[in-house]
């Protein structure tokens, strides 16, 4: 099975977790420390908060920037469900926002028509990899003071206009195992601003900047030393892990037919997280099956918009969101991680190529 995602674990990966073990420190110690340090110089930001989940860290982010109760927070109408479940979790509401047809992220144009008087912040998400506009959106965020929140789990090592996604306002990332770079689980907040940081520190741990002291109603969001030992041994290999992965994208979209690539905005560096393809006409769960009869594993990122799901369809969470609805029902995401090999790359185009032939030919 070709999978969608493939951790790559090597000896220097299994020495690190070994130490960490044997050093009988295993939470949040001088490897998180390390791992955070490292960290901030590659975003090229100030401070870095270690956490326990790319949830976490969006959750700490809001509540660092003190949204809460009676606040909204615009997040795209087509993303992962965390990046609205934070602004639930934080006491806020979620005012959704449409997304651009080309590069699935939010549409800047879209943006200024949802804020009202309690707008707090701006959560971006930049889909698959592909950094939103930051641009645009930084300017809408300064022109309403807005708080301006980068949902980046799936924008390691990406780029707009040459400055790292997730260094623009209050950077979310994830270390899941389907990410870039892994710890199991795990997350890192970073920020240029000092009060942010300091809050994000002490939220993630019970609210305490020593030990039984308590100074905020925070939360066990701890990384682990274990995941920390991961995270310093993967992050070195980042670049060259994202540039394998964009050869994969240009060699599979120079081959494939039948279905629509994705772009690459210009003044965009894409790490291509998700190498998300368009199928049109209904075809794409023939597509799909036909892939996993071929032991090829196709994954549809995401099967709801967020005011699809029924948690925020109970909440009156809804609008009318076209772009977001077509994406649901074209999107599928094929292999492009950095161990794939070129007869894994011949084996997916052959199929997919084969089976959109035979599917068009049937008429759909």
């Not at 925070?218 to 274990?226: A, K, S, V």
Request: overall charge negative; some cysteine.
């Amino acid at each position: 099975m070709i999978r969608i995602a493939q951790p790559i674990i090597g000896p220097e990966e299994e020495a690190a977790v070994l130490a960490a073990l044997r050093s009988g420190q295993l939470v949040q110690g001088a490897r998180v420390a390390e791992f955070e340090a490292a960290f901030a110089r590659a975003l090229g930001v100030r401070h870095a908060a270690a956490v326990s989940s790319g949830t976490a860290a969006l959750v700490v982010a809001l509540q660092a920037h003190g949204i809460g109760a009676g606040g909204e927070v615009i997040v795209p109408a087509f993303t992962f469900a965390a990046t609205g479940n934070a602004a639930l979790l934080a006491g806020a509401r979620p005012v959704l926002v449409d997304i651009r047809s080309d590069d699935f992220n939010i549409d800047p144009q879209r943006i200024e028509a949802a804020i009202t008087p309690k707008t707090r912040a701006i959560a971006v998400v930049h889909l698959y990899g592909h950094p939103c506009d930051m641009t645009a959106i930084g300017e809408i965020a300064q022109g309403h003071g807005l708080v301006l929140i980068e949902d980046a789990c799936q924008a390691l090592g990406a780029s707009w206009q040459g400055r790292k996604a997730g260094s623009f306002g209050t950077g979310c990332f994830s270390f899941y195992a389907t990410k870039s770079i892994t710890t199991g689980e795990g997350g890192m907040l970073v920020t240029d601003d000092d009060a942010v940081a300091r809050a994000a520190r002490l939220l993630r741990n019970q609210g305490e900047p020593e030990r039984y002291r308590t100074e905020a109603l925070g939360h066990n969001f701890r990384m682990t030393e274990l995941a920390a030992a991961l995270g310093l041994a993967q992050l070195p290999k980042l670049d060259a892990w994202t540039e394998r992965r964009r050869a994969n994208v240009a060699w599979l979209s120079a081959h494939l037919e039948g279905v629509v690539t994705p772009v690459e905005r210009q003044g965009a560096y894409h790490t291509y997280q998700q190498y998300t393809v368009r199928v049109l006409n209904g075809r794409r769960d023939a597509l799909q099956r036909a892939l996993r009869e071929r032991e090829i594993e196709a994954v549809v990122y995401y099967p709801r918009a967020l005011h699809q799901q029924p948690l925020y369809r109970d909440l009156g969470i809804g609008g009318s969101f076209p772009e977001s609805e077509r994406a649901v029902e074209e999107v599928l995401s094929l292999p492009v991680h950095a161990a794939l090999s070129q007869d894994d790359l011949e084996r997916i185009a052959a199929a997919v190529n084969e089976t959109m032939a035979a599917v068009g030919a049937r008429g759909g």
